[in-house]
């Protein structure tokens, strides 16, 4: 019951009352808005001022702040996946020099990088072109396909230079690492580490630095057995790029896998936003990177195009069933990984000056290397390696 007080004869007082309401409420609210407006101004502001503040210290402590030391800066671009295969050149050369600062240009790398004790900044990458020539040695990774000192890095010290070049004079013919007919075949890690210097290019173990967490906020469990997968790479899904595997051939291999491994969860991870019915745990577009990395740790398998989540897999144990199409497995992938090619097409990743990404450099709307691996085939080597492990 609503009871009205003081009684009236009719609504007209009511009624003007409430235009006027109305109209303070839209006044009060046009000063409310002004004033969050111009909060917001002042905390971008103190926001930027502070941002460009510790720029600027920086920049003071990389022009100022120079000792008996080697001062090294990188710049990375690239992926996911390439940090952490660039993370071994920038570990060796911590290595190389017994006093020496780095300082990586790519603020994205700090999440790879941040371990490593000698890095002392992590810095936009364009500020590179007001310090490159404070520094003794710069790097630009992934490092040039040209075997050419002078396009690899900016450094003052010959005696380094040399020992660049030998070190790729011990390659021997590795300017045709990518032409089709080549006989020389190094992987991409060697040959990164080859132009920086480094003499164990064999090495191509990777590392990733990440804590030990609990992951049952995923729904995995201790005793949970578990295979991961990834669709599409870098946030490209299946009809973005020539490497990237078709849905539906995504959507019938869960199936197989599902039918056969029967006490085996099967887990999406990755940055996609397509969700598969098959999938029994969907930690896509939901982990953190040292989630990620506890996650593929704790896999029993991996499967996976060329990406990031293979790499991931690579530095923290676990062994990848991997489908290879435009890129070249022999320089890319890992020994240890089943990694699977078509027979009808495959590696032209680089040999060309066209473009590359987003079409099939023979013409067709999915790429023929890609098309041509059955699910069928990839279950089947996914499934013989899983056995194996009983």
Known sequence: MICKYPQLENDDVFNKNQIKIREIIVEQNKSRESVKLRNRSLKKLEHFTKSLFRSFFKLVAVFLLRKNVTYVAFTISGGLGDMIRERS????????????????????ACSVLRDIKNIRFFLDVDLIVLTK???????????????????????????????????????GDYNKCFTLNSKVKLH??????????????????????????NLEKFGITKNIKYITFQYGFGGRGNNDDPKCWRVEYWEKLLHILKGKLKNTK?????????????VDINAAKKTSLNELCNIL?????????????????????????????????????????????????????????????????LGYDKSLCMDSIAPEFVAEKAVEYLKSLE
């Open 297 to 361: 740790k704790s896999s029993l398998l991996h499967i996976d195009i060329d990406g990031a989540c293979t790499h991931i897999a690579k530095a923290v144990g676990t062994k990848s069933v991997v489908i290879f199409g435009p890129t070249d497995a022999e320089y890319i992938g890992y020994q240890e990984n089943i990694n699977i090619t078509s027979s009808l097409c495959r590696s032209c990743y680089c040999i060309t000056d066209n473009d590359y990404w987003g079409k099939c450099l």
């Open 188 to 213: 991409y890690v060697s040959m990164q580490k080859a132009k920086a210097g480094v003499d164990n290019v064999k090495d191509v173990s990777l590392s990733i630095y990440h804590k030990k967490m």
């Open 89 to 108: 050149v920038v570990t060796e050369i911590t290595k190389m020099f017994p006093k020496v600062v780095i300082d990586i240009y790519n603020k994205k």
């Open 133 to 171: 020539k404070r520094y003794d040695i710069v790097f630009t990774l992934p490092l040039s396909y040209q075997a050419k000192v002078q396009n690899l890095v900016h450094v003052k010290y010959d005696s380094y230079k040399l020992e660049v070049n030998r070190v790729l004079k011990n390659l």
């Open 266 to 278: 099967i887990i999406q991870v990755g940055i996609s936003d397509y969700h598969f019915q098959e």
